[in-house]
């Protein structure tokens, strides 16, 4: 992912809060040259952040950060009205500090709104709920028209307080910062007015003055100019956004400034995942096994595999918004396992997983209601079938495919793209256990404790029809049946439906994926035995439970789990020439489509990993070294194959002379 902007936040931690007329929104308490300090060490610390691949959260003002979370799961289908329900008290109660009574009407209203919307049917009694769209439109419009007075009850408390200029330059960035709601909408469908405004709002700044430097260059507060510019600020907003506003309809929810003289109808918004989101990959990483480089392979000498990996790392397999995002298959499984930290609000339940049939990335493909599914972990795949939590792919290949096509909006992909893809899933290995023989018995580096929870694990259940947990998670087939089961851990549509079951995971490395459950809802390995010992009514006794753990925890361990360095830049810059391998396959091919990912793909990774040089002075080479890939890329549009060619060539050499220094 591209590393976002720095931005320094407007507020300092919510300890410095202090009662006022004017809302609950820490003031600056520190002198001038503290607050300057505090700014150099948010730009250092930031700044580290990123060279650790790391993205920071968006600085957003809680109003602007409600809002907009809001508004991206109110687009959405289902729409989380718990998540709307949080969003709009967080921005209610903001506004209550400087006005109690709109606040909690604001409040009444969006709950009657929700409420109306969140009702069973019942047709013998006349009951139907409030249609989605229209209630998602109605929050939307309430939650818009409030952020106008806020803006206005800022900067006008600003002008009142205009001589204390750090009082006053604070209340402006509050202003600005709820302002920030709107802001994004605005410039990116009136951007004349946009730009406008974000002048005036550098002139509010200016007309507060400043004391100078050293009691020199003191420069008066000009109340005049200040009321000019934000009148103009106001105007805006109250004639697009006042009491009258409503969500246009027939079109994407959004504030659209439809009053404008110059707003433009065929704008679009800029792609972006809400507030709150985390796609960051985990540190440290874990260690991926490939089969075949295990056993001394080369991985330039595997063309397919090659070309398979570079798919697992691309965007531009998939269609948007994955592809502006910049999001992969790696983003959720990171080196072929999984990535406990992504969430997505209004997506994602808890950390580790999120609703992979919604109506954002696929909305042709959205089943209507909220299941989200934890991250699977895919080491060892190809002994794992059938696919899916509840199996209902019994080929990897289509399962792949539907991931593409039907769960990130890609287009049909090349067969040949499936086969590099399959390829190099199928070397996903598991981690190397040495408490396990060959027929999942354990070896004696098991300790005393895991030998009498394997005795449990084999003792049939009366509770279970005769059933033992080694009935299901055969430990002679890596510890799975390849069969589904209700095990009672899904609800059904109906009291007696058959649509609970799921599809048996294995226990080989589960130690380093937690949550667990297909939902993530149990957070550790006890607890899933836990969930058995009282779901079933087995009777373990506290002892047994420890020693039954025992036995799943060393059944789910394996040598080195995560690598032992933070820094990979070195062996990133080496797969991204395995990518390159594949060339001249793809060219023999004629396939100037998966050419084209390929190149793009190596630039933006390029970009993105850049950060991590350990020597900065290294980073014109990685540029240089992206840009080749795009010249490539220009060079294969325009079907000029000496050229792409060349390209590739200058890239080989320039990252062989290089090689020591990018790490």
């Not at 507020?11 to 410095?16: A, F, M, Q, T």
């Not at 809802?521 to 009282?534: G, I, M, Q």
């Not at 690598?563 to 020439?577: G, I």
Request: aromatic fraction near 8%; hydrophobic fraction near 40%; include cysteine.
């Amino acid at each position: 992912m591209m590393p976002h902007p720095v931005v320094i936040p407007l507020h300092g931690p919510k300890s410095e809060m202090r009662n006022s007329s004017f809302g609950f929104w820490p003031r600056p308490k520190p002198p001038r040259r503290a607050r300057y300090l505090g700014a150099i060490l948010c730009l250092l610390f930031t700044s580290a952040l990123t060279d650790a691949h790391i993205i920071p959260p968006e600085k957003l003002h809680p109003v602007a950060e409600a809002y907009r979370r809001a508004n991206f799961v109110l687009n959405l289908n289902p729409v989380r009205w718990d998540q709307v329900r949080s969003d709009s008290l967080d921005l209610a109660n903001y506004w209550r500090n400087f006005d109690r009574v709109a606040a909690d009407k604001l409040g009444k209203e969006i709950e009657a709104v929700i409420s109306k919307a969140t009702l069973m049917p019942n047709e013998a009694a006349g009951i139907e709920p409030m249609p989605r769209q229209e209630a998602a439109s109605l929050v939307l419009s309430l939650l818009t028209k409030a952020v106008v007075p806020i803006v206005r009850g800022h900067l006008h408390e600003a002008e009142k307080r205009i001589a204390e200029r750090i009082v006053a330059l604070d209340l402006v960035h509050q202003a600005q910062g709820a302002y920030g709601a709107l802001d994004d909408v605005i410039l990116a469908s009136d951007p004349l007015a946009g730009h406008r405004l974000g002048q005036c709002w550098l002139k509010i700044v200016s007309a507060i003055g400043t004391s100078g430097l050293l009691g020199v260059g003191e420069v008066k507060p000009d109340p005049v100019a200040f009321r000019h510019e934000a009148e103009e600020i106001l105007q805006y907003l109250e004639v697009n956004y006042g009491e009258d506003f409503s969500v246009p309809a027939g079109r994407k929810l959004a504030p659209w400034p439809v009053k404008s003289p110059t707003f433009n109808a065929k704008a679009s918004l800029p792609i972006k995942l809400p507030p709150g989101s985390n796609i960051n990959k985990q540190i440290p990483r874990p260690r991926q096994i490939l089969n075949m480089t295990a056993r001394g392979v080369d991985e330039s000498e595997t063309t397919l595999i090659a070309l398979g990996d570079m798919a697992f790392d691309s965007a531009y397999i998939y269609g948007e918004p994955m592809r502006s995002l910049g999001m992969s298959c790696n983003t959720c499984h990171n080196k072929s396992i999984t990535n406990p930290n992504l969430f997505i609000p209004g997506l994602s339940a808890r950390p580790g997983g999120m609703d992979v049939s919604n109506s954002y990335f696929a909305p042709h493909a959205n089943n209507g209601h909220f299941d989200p599914l934890d991250t699977p972990d895919l080491r060892g795949i190809r002994f794992t079938a059938p696919y899916g939590r509840n199996g209902r792919f019994a080929s990897l290949r289509e399962f792949v495919r539907n991931v593409i096509v039907n769960e990130f909006n890609g287009p049909e992909p090349d067969p040949t793209l499936l086969d590099g893809m399959i390829a190099y899933m199928n070397e996903f290995d598991f981690l190397t256990n040495p408490a396990l023989n060959r027929d999942g018995s354990l070896t004696e580096n098991a300790s005393a404790a895991a030998r009498r929870g394997e005795k449990i694990f084999h003792r049939p259940f009366p509770q279970m029809n005769g059933l033992s947990c080694a009935t299901c998670h055969v430990p002679s087939a890596n510890f799975l049946d390849h069969r589904r089961h209700d095990i009672g851990s899904v609800k059904g549509h109906e009291a007696a439906s058959r649509d609970r079951a799921l599809d048996t995971p294995t226990l080989l490395s589960a130690k380093y994926s937690p949550p667990y459950f297909h939902d993530g809802s149990l957070p550790t390995l006890r607890a899933v035995n836990e969930w058995f010992d009282t779901t079933y009514q087995l009777g373990l006794n506290s002892a047994e439970l420890d020693d039954l753990t025992a036995y799943v925890e060393t059944v789910a361990d394996g040598v080195e789990a995560y690598e032992d360095t933070p820094y990979y830049l070195d062996a990133e810059m080496e797969e991204f020439s395995f990518f390159l391998s594949a060339f001249e396959f793809m060219e023999e091919r004629n396939k100037p489509a998966l050419m084209n990912a390929t190149f793009q793909t190596i630039a933006l990774e390029i970009r993105n990993h850049k950060w991590e040089l350990q020597d900065p002075a290294a980073r014109p080479v990685m540029d240089q070294l992206a840009e080749i890939m795009d010249e490539a890329y220009a060079a294969s549009q325009s079907g000029d194959r000496a050229s792409v060619r060349e390209k590739v060539e200058a890239y080989r050499a320039l990252y062989q002379a290089n090689v020591a220094l990018l790490k």
